[in-house]
């Protein structure tokens, strides 16, 4: 006769090469799934919707400042204002510039151009998300965001008001009063700073790979760290170190 510890011994054993069994499987799957390029996407137009009946042309027209800095990260105010510098330097037709025009944009609007420039850039959702949300195809969205993001360098440097300077002695007395009064033993700190990771396309190049990997991370980044007065405003930057790079060396020179 075969004792029990001998049959509990080969269950054990049987389940112990069922599971490795599925481990390797789902091992299989996920490699498999990531040597594969996801190439589907939108293409009937009967599939996209019109721009003007996406989420944002609600938003623009009944949100508050709530819900303006939950999709771009400024209120409604400071979008405006924003929108205002944007639309000097975003030509809303593509195309050649002739006397007829050009031909007309999918997406026609300034406000929603910026729109959707600030909220990819909220945003942590993959392309399709946006392409679902905006009713646009991959292609539109690609030539929307690199016309958009060129314009939106220009509008900032064109507004006096968009600049990361060092606080005067007179505004850090006062943003560190406004700190003691919300933590009253925190005494002479009006800032704070935090390192940022920036995850980028891991690239083919095996040298350049190597100078973007980070370790830590196990990803291949870009990092920088700001420092935020109490206010929220950036006071000081370093941005665009490649790879394994921790808050304290970034620091240096502050």
């Not at 589907?40 to 949100?63: I, R």
């Not at 999709?71 to 593509?94: D, H, N």
């Not at 008001?161 to 009253?184: C, G, N, T």
Request: some cysteine; proline content about 2%.
């Amino acid at each position: 006769m075969v004792s029990s510890a001998v049959i509990a011994l080969m269950i054990r054993n049987k389940n112990r090469n069922a599971q490795k069994a599925r481990r390797d499987h789902l091992c299989k799957l996920v490699y498999l799934r990531m040597t594969l390029r996801d190439r589907y996407k939108l293409h009937s137009k009967a599939l996209l919707k019109n721009v003007s009946d996406s989420f944002w042309y609600t938003l623009y027209a009944n949100g508050d400042d709530s819900d303006f800095v939950a999709a771009t990260s400024l209120t409604r105010a400071s979008f405006e204002k924003l929108l205002g510098a944007f639309e000097l330097f975003y030509i809303s037709k593509s195309g050649p510039q002739n006397k007829k025009g050009g031909r007309s944009a999918r997406v026609k609007d300034h406000h929603c151009v910026l729109g959707l420039l600030l909220h990819v850039y909220r945003s942590s959702g993959e392309r399709m998300i946006f392409t679902e949300m905006f009713g646009i195809s991959p292609t539109t969205l690609d030539r929307t965001l690199l016309k958009g993001e060129e314009a939106l360098l220009k509008a900032l440097d064109y507004l006096p008001e968009v600049v990361i300077e060092w606080p005067s002695h007179e505004l850090q007395v006062e943003l560190a009063r406004k700190v003691q009064r919300k933590e009253s033993l925190i005494m002479g700190r009006w800032g704070f700073a935090d390192g940022r990771n920036y995850p980028v396309q891991t690239p083919s190049n095996s040298d350049i790979q190597n100078g973007l990997y980070n370790g830590w991370l196990k990803a291949a980044l870009i990092t920088g760290v700001v420092l935020y007065g109490a206010d929220g405003c950036i006071m000081w930057a370093k941005l665009n170190y490649f790879g394994s790079w921790n808050d304290g060396e970034t620091s240096i020179g502050m």
